[in-house]
């Protein structure tokens, strides 16, 4: 199993910037070879894909955080990273750090972290 820590969150103005991080507890030899991802759940909202990174740091984005979020991962600390630039009221939600782990079945389980508390307000 692997255990995922966000930190980062916090109040920020429009316009403003936060860069998200998550730690994974697991080997880093596990870490690097897997996909990371950020969704994000605003209040009344369904969760939704925010960013992906393979192991080959292959990047995918929302069309909504195009051009002003950037995922990243430092293989050496297992942590990834969403940096968010020019943040819009709209981006206000909590976000949550994604990974995926095959089961002993060969089916895919999916491990969350505790989520960090992003509010974009003036």
Do not use: H
Not at 45 to 52: G, P
Not at 58 to 78: C, E, H, M, P
């Amino acid at each position: 199993q692997v255990q995922l820590v966000e930190s980062g969150g916090g109040l920020v103005q429009p316009g403003g910037s936060l860069r998200l991080s998550c730690a994974a507890s697991e080997d880093g030899s596990i870490f690097s070879i897997n996909a990371m991802a950020w969704y994000r759940q605003a209040p009344g909202k369904q969760r939704e894909l925010v960013a992906t990174i393979t192991s080959r740091s292959i990047r995918n984005l929302a069309d909504s955080v195009k051009g002003r979020f950037t995922i990243s991962r430092d293989n050496a600390k297992n942590t990834v990273y969403l940096q968010m630039n020019s943040l819009k009221p709209e981006d206000t939600a909590v976000y949550y750090c994604n990974t995926q782990r095959p089961t002993a079945w060969g089916v895919l389980e999916d491990y969350w972290g505790q989520g960090t508390q992003v509010t974009v307000s003036s």
